[in-house]
């Protein structure tokens, strides 16, 4: 199976690829197109590839973890345009405990956006579009997070908001 | 005797995503005449027109891997100028 | 939605249910019957409850979860017969970051495992049943990891019979 | 006058799993005439037949909460008689 794919991500069939009698725990990291980046309102992502170097990358990353842990891994990233709430990478790790399983879990995830040749260009509720450069990126997210650190603390307001915002999930 | 006209060797490099917007192009060719890096690569593409604009954060692959500043590159070898990454 | 289920486990359904526009990652955890426990072949797993308490406890440890993070939690705990590959637990977290999807999933299931009032009932292939006891197979679990550490260490034999394995695999 | 005959207050014990084996019951009664606490019930149904069997990992709730040793217990509470917790 091939690491890029064109068509939504099929969570189950990767359970399914990863699964066997002997493995008693799968964990799953499912990256989702979120509704707001560094403070900007998204509306939708366009994710593109260095497609020859994506796919041998990321089967080394693969690779990696199925040496280092006892494990099975599942990979794939989405490609084209996607809207909120679509699935844009999805890792599933079945192994025979669940240690085994988060950590390598852990591991393709972050090496997977540390390593893959992968872009994505949003587009802004006021219709600007703009390539996504993590590296500029790093400060507006830390001020992202003192916001969401502050808003936690009004914690009935944000269950509320938060439940509203369940009406319109997208999956 | 007249010499014939030589084929000028050249590095194809790919360019992708906002670097390809940046220079309008998909690919640009490197002249390759003598002993070329990948530095050497980086500064020709960054003094073409829109070139400038790339920055500390572009990574140059050679034949599908990540390489540094100071590997040779050959006109047959695979190359590509990747802006940040950003997969996800 | 109750935390015990009759019923097999739906994770699409839990992804659905902790999924948001603003959410940009799902951290999943399932365990499955397992083929082998502390050494023993394993035919089938019976789970029971107590079950007010069990209800109890597991909102608990997700009130616990979304409180200490900002994150939205799905948990279900099957019961009744199960049969090798089937799910007996699931917890879907989404949060709008990673880290405190994967922190919050591997809270709690330890939680779940340590605090809620659930029991199983292995069937082994030679026809014998027993309850199992946690607290008396550490001993055996810690025996089992050295072997798994030493047959990774024959790491083209352990490919092939994953492989092998993998045909089998239910899900 | 004679006594009427007095109803003796118990403690109704539910028994889960591998304790509900050994007893042969889905729950016992315990007397309690006096203060009681869990301990005081847990030795109790230690020392029915069966009871013996019930190791150092057997947890009490009460009201649907773990309970210490020490605590007291009430005719009227929910008390439950838990072997090793084994989900997930």
């Given at each position: 199976?091939?690491?890029?794919?064109?068509?939504?991500l099929d969570v189950n069939g990767l359970l399914a690829e990863v699964s066997a009698p002997g493995r008693g725990g799968i964990a799953v990291f499912i990256g989702l197109v979120r509704d707001h980046q560094a403070g900007r309102r998204v509306e939708r992502l366009g994710y593109?590839?260095?497609?020859?170097?994506?796919?041998?990358?990321?089967?080394?990353?693969?690779?990696?973890?199925?040496?280092?842990?006892?494990?099975?891994?599942?990979?794939?990233?989405?490609?084209?345009?996607?809207?909120?709430?679509?699935?844009?990478?999805?890792?599933?790790?079945?192994?025979?405990?669940?240690?085994?399983?988060?950590?390598?879990?852990?591991?393709?995830?972050?090496?997977?956006?540390?390593?893959?040749?992968?872009?994505?260009?949003?587009?802004?509720?006021?219709?600007?579009?703009?390539?996504?450069?993590?590296?500029?990126?790093?400060?507006?997210?830390?001020?992202?997070?003192?916001?969401?650190?502050?808003?936690?603390?009004?914690?009935?307001?944000?269950?509320?908001?938060?439940?509203?915002?369940?009406?319109?999930?997208?999956? | 005797?007249?010499?014939?006209?030589?084929?000028?060797?050249?590095?194809?490099?790919?360019?992708?995503?906002?670097?390809?917007?940046?220079?309008?192009?998909?690919?640009?060719?490197?002249?390759?005449?003598?002993?070329?890096?990948?530095?050497?690569?980086?500064?020709?593409?960054?003094?073409?027109?829109?070139?400038?604009?790339?920055?500390?954060?572009?990574?140059?692959?050679?034949?599908?891997?990540?390489?540094?500043?100071?590997?040779?590159?050959?006109?047959?070898?695979?190359?590509?100028?990747?802006?940040?990454?950003?997969?996800?």
């Amino acid at each position: 199976m091939s690491f890029l794919s064109a068509e939504a991500l099929d969570v189950n069939g990767l359970l399914a690829e990863v699964s066997a009698p002997g493995r008693g725990g799968i964990a799953v990291f499912i990256g989702l197109v979120r509704d707001h980046q560094a403070g900007r309102r998204v509306e939708r992502l366009g994710y593109s590839a260095y497609a020859p170097m994506a796919e041998l990358v990321s089967a080394e990353i693969v690779a990696e973890a199925e040496r280092r842990w006892p494990v099975r891994v599942g990979l794939r990233h989405r490609l084209g345009d996607l809207g909120i709430g679509e699935a844009a990478v999805a890792v599933a790790v079945a192994g025979a405990h669940r240690d085994e399983a988060f950590a390598a879990c852990r591991y393709v995830i972050e090496e997977v956006k540390r390593r893959v040749p992968i872009w994505k260009r949003e587009r802004y509720a006021d219709g600007t579009e703009e390539w996504v450069d993590p590296t500029r990126q790093e400060i507006a997210r830390s001020e992202e997070r003192d916001q969401e650190v502050a808003s936690s603390e009004k914690r009935g307001q944000e269950v509320a908001s938060s439940e509203k915002r369940e009406g319109s999930a997208v999956w | 005797m007249p010499a014939s006209p030589a084929v000028s060797p050249v590095i194809r490099v790919q360019l992708y995503a906002r670097f390809a917007d940046l220079l309008g192009a998909s690919h640009v060719d490197v002249p390759a005449s003598g002993p070329t890096t990948v530095a050497d690569v980086l500064a020709r593409i960054r003094s073409l027109p829109g070139g400038s604009a790339i920055g500390a954060g572009a990574l140059v692959a050679v034949n599908l891997r990540q390489a540094r500043p100071e590997q040779p590159v050959s006109p047959g070898d695979e190359v590509a100028l990747l802006p940040p990454l950003a997969g996800g």
